[in-house]
């Protein structure tokens, strides 16, 4: 197990139950301890969750307006049958900046669908994954999870099957869609973390592939326009197997990245919490995650 993996276990085990050595030794109590052990957490997540689009609001902005989300709604551009859309339904996901999410409050909102942040990298699981991923099963919606990719540090293989083992599988039971890869902007570095546009597409063609062996289903592939047509470009196409969940904070989902030809997801904004919309009924979303 890897050094931070090790933290990381460290931190939730003391957050949950505060720091059983400085109780027996009377230093702290049991309160003051759980505060602390939360207060390192926190700590650890900021240091190493990057949010779904949290670099593509660094780099590309948040230009969503309160008309911009109410039009995100609307069914915009084509459906997976080439035919004007004609439905959406609402949306949120979430990483380990959330915390425990009071999922009652956001289905009473409207929302139908959830993705929770498992892993990224090969080092990085979100502690609270499981209350949000469960969370949001338990109070009705469709849920899914997702993976930020470090292209740099290991091979797509490796990073699929850290997702896969560490919450990123897939289960037809009609309330569970296939894993999410988001692919975005370098949080550390280089735009394109040092690869090609062919390298780069190698690598994410290394993950999908691994990602259907272990699943059976091909993953979900999060991104902007602008991040792909940059650091993949025209190398591969990945349209005839991988729903795409396009990245555009405005009024309309603007222009698709190369090789698809409609969205399936569409994240709006990232205010005050990262909201989607699927593209097509809700009905249309069971079958996506029926499979």
Not at 153 to 161: L, W
Not at 229 to 243: H, I, K, L, Y
Not at 269 to 287: A, H
């Amino acid at each position: 197990m890897s050094t931070g993996r090790r933290m990381w276990r460290r931190l939730v085990a003391a957050a949950a139950l505060g720091s059983a050595s400085a109780l027996l030794l009377g230093a702290l109590s049991p309160v003051t301890a759980a505060a602390e052990g939360e207060d390192r957490l926190r700590e650890y997540i900021r240091a190493n969750d990057h949010p779904m689009g949290s670099q593509i609001a660094r780099v590309e902005g948040d230009h969503s307006t309160r008309e911009s989300k109410r039009r995100a709604l609307l069914p915009q551009g084509r459906d997976a049958d080439g035919m004007p859309a004609m439905a959406t339904v609402p949306g949120i996901d979430v990483s380990g900046w959330q915390g425990n999410v009071d999922w009652t409050d956001w289905w009473n909102q409207g929302k139908r669908f959830a993705y929770v942040k498992a892993t990224e990298g090969t080092g990085y699981e979100n502690p609270y994954f499981a209350q949000q991923y469960n969370g949001s099963y338990d109070v009705g919606m469709i849920r899914g999870a997702y993976h930020f990719a470090l292209p740099d540090r290991s091979s797509g293989a490796a990073q699929a099957n850290f997702f896969v083992d560490n919450g990123g599988g897939w289960s037809a039971d009609g309330k569970t869609l296939p894993g999410a890869l988001d692919m975005e902007y370098n949080p550390y570095g280089d735009t394109c973390y040092g690869k090609s546009q062919a390298a780069m597409a190698s690598w994410i063609r290394d993950f999908h592939d691994t990602y259907h062996a272990r699943t059976g289903r091909w993953p979900v592939i999060y991104t902007s326009t602008s991040w792909w047509n940059q650091c993949v470009g025209t190398a591969q196409s990945f349209g005839s197997t991988v729903p795409l969940w396009v990245a555009r904070y405005a009024s309309s989902v603007g222009t698709l990245p190369h090789g698809w030809n409609y969205h399936t997801f569409w994240q709006y904004t990232s205010s005050p919490i990262d909201q989607n919309s699927f593209n097509g009924s809700y009905d249309r979303l069971r079958v996506l995650a029926l499979g």
